[in-house]
């Protein structure tokens, strides 16, 4: 009996089947195009201005994955002035003309977006946490627009935006496909914990030669794979064959 019960627990675990996805949902900032530098870059800039500095690695740490407005209080306890609308869209209104000029897509986006769209049949969708209008501009700006058609999603018109689940949940209804069934590719902790609230798999965008970015936190909200390199992703789509597709 002692033998047995040494078997039994010292035997490794049976190796888990791969997941089964009909669907690729991607986060935009970050994974799509090379956005967070130039955003934070402006925001950190303009609170500065209101009396606020920080250096770049605190205001990543801040507000990467966030949208400003829901940082409200901490910016006004910052700054010791109300964060007003006027504000809010003189920043917009920065931001969007330094990512009109210097906006890049990620390395190996295209080829993913390209990839998982044949590869499902067209079930894919951008679901941001960033507003439409930025949303939509960076992905008409770097060629990507057609792919996701109408299906592109803005946190800021949900009841809540990242890290609640709404965003992605609301990408999966408009698939019609069910969350379990959804792939989520995001760069930030709070998207990866609104994907694995939504119940989906998520994997992480985290390239070795960025000095801010590192793989443990992500894998520690939930990712169950981290990708160096978003050309990873389209190699592997095009790898398998036609949907439901299996990932191991």
Not at 4 to 29: G, I, K
Not at 39 to 55: I, K, N, Q
Request: aromatic content about 6%; overall charge positive; charged content about 20%.
């Amino acid at each position: 009996m002692n033998l047995l019960l040494f078997f039994m627990y010292s035997a490794p675990p049976a190796p888990r089947p791969p997941a089964r996805f009909e669907a690729v949902l991607f986060d935009c900032d970050g994974v799509l195009v090379d956005s967070e530098p130039i955003t934070l870059g402006v925001l950190r800039h303009m609170l500065a201005e209101r009396g606020w500095a920080m250096s770049e690695a605190e205001c990543r740490a801040r507000f990467l994955g966030v949208t400003v407005r829901s940082q409200r209080t901490v910016i006004e306890q910052h700054t010791g002035q109300p964060l007003t609308e006027a504000w809010m869209q003189a920043f917009y209104a920065r931001r969007n003309a330094e990512l009109a000029a210097r906006l890049q897509a990620v390395p190996g986006a295209r080829e993913a977006v390209h990839a998982a769209h044949a590869r499902t049949g067209g079930r894919i969708a951008c679901a941001s946490g960033a507003d439409r209008q930025k949303v939509q501009m960076q992905l008409a700006q770097t060629g990507l627009a057609p792919l996701f058609g109408p299906a592109v999603f803005s946190g800021h018109e949900m009841p809540a935006s990242k890290p609640a689940p709404d965003v992605y949940l609301a990408a999966a209804r408009h698939l019609r496909v069910s969350p379990g069934r959804c792939l989520v590719v995001e760069d930030t902790v709070p998207g990866i914990t609104a994907g694995v609230a939504a119940g989906c798999t998520v994997w992480a965008y985290c390239p070795p030669d960025d000095p801010h970015a590192s793989p443990h936190p992500l894998r520690a909200a939930g990712a169950s794979r981290v990708l160096a390199h978003m050309g990873e992703l389209a190699a592997l789509l095009q790898a398998r064959r036609a949907p439901p597709f299996c990932l191991s």
